[in-house]
């Protein structure tokens, strides 16, 4: 059973630029969700998929957007990108929706933005 | 809205001393709580849940009770060693099925 990978592991990006960040949700898994971690913080919740349909966001603009593909990998994209986008982002997927559920997650992509 | 609280670090505790990271939380419903721990340069994995009240959480000799009498998860372990610092994260899931994380506690432990 494979886990949570992310690609790619880090990244640079100039502002204003657009950047995709992949997600290989573990086997089986149908719920997908996305944070943000800022150096020295705890991670942000910015939005769930659920079996291909957003199901879900935090408090983050529009710019922000996401994908679930029938396979239930995921991609996040961020347009018109900011220096405080810089961030770890993390990806976590689950055997389904619900608050029971454990959610696992990837080693994560570092998200430079200069 | 939801929230979770959990002590400030850096932690620093000399190898074999017991370890307390104290963690509160708010939310409407019964939420899942766990601990998420995290290593340099790595993403979080969990250590420990617990879904209901007075359940207990236990793994690699860490314990956390959920006591919804006082909204509470607090971590423990009898005897910490070098090999257990990295940066410990208390968070719940609420009924939005979203995990709230705590700022995190940060662990140093002296050989």
């Known amino acids: 059973e494979t886990g949570v990978t992310q690609s790619p592991t880090h990244l640079i990006k100039t502002r204003g630029q657009q950047v995709t960040l992949r997600c290989s949700s573990q086997?089986?898994?149908?719920?997908v969700s996305w944070y943000q971690q800022a150096l020295g913080q705890g991670p942000q919740f910015i939005f769930q998929?659920?079996?291909?349909?957003?199901?879900g966001r935090g408090n983050f603009p529009p710019r922000f957007s996401g994908l679930q593909f029938p396979n239930y990998s995921s991609e996040l994209n961020v347009n018109a990108l900011e220096l405080d986008d810089s961030a770890l982002y993390l990806c976590?997927?689950?055997?389904?929706?619900?608050?029971?559920?454990?959610?696992?997650f990837g080693q994560g992509t570092r998200l430079t933005v200069v | 809205g939801d929230s979770v609280t959990q002590m400030e670090g850096p932690v620093t505790l000399s190898e074999e001393a017991f370890l307390t990271i104290n963690c509160t939380y708010t939310?409407?419903?019964?939420?899942?709580l766990f601990w998420y721990v995290q290593y340099p340069g790595e993403g979080l994995q969990l250590l420990l849940k617990?879904?209901?009240?007075?359940d207990k959480g236990s793994n690699k000799g860490f314990e956390a009770t959920y006591r919804k009498e006082t909204t509470s998860f607090h971590l423990e372990k009898g005897s910490v060693q070098v090999s257990d610092s990295a940066v410990y994260f208390c968070?719940?899931?609420?009924?939005?099925?979203?995990?709230?994380f705590g700022k995190g506690t940060r662990l140093h432990i002296l050989p």
């Open positions: 998929y659920y079996r291909e349909e957003e199901n």
């Open positions: 939310a409407t419903g019964y939420p899942s």
């Open positions: 086997s089986g898994h149908n719920t």
């Open positions: 968070a719940l899931k609420n009924r939005d099925d979203k995990i709230i």
């Open positions: 617990a879904t209901k009240a007075d």
């Open positions: 976590a997927s689950s055997l389904a929706a619900g608050v029971r559920t454990e959610a696992f």
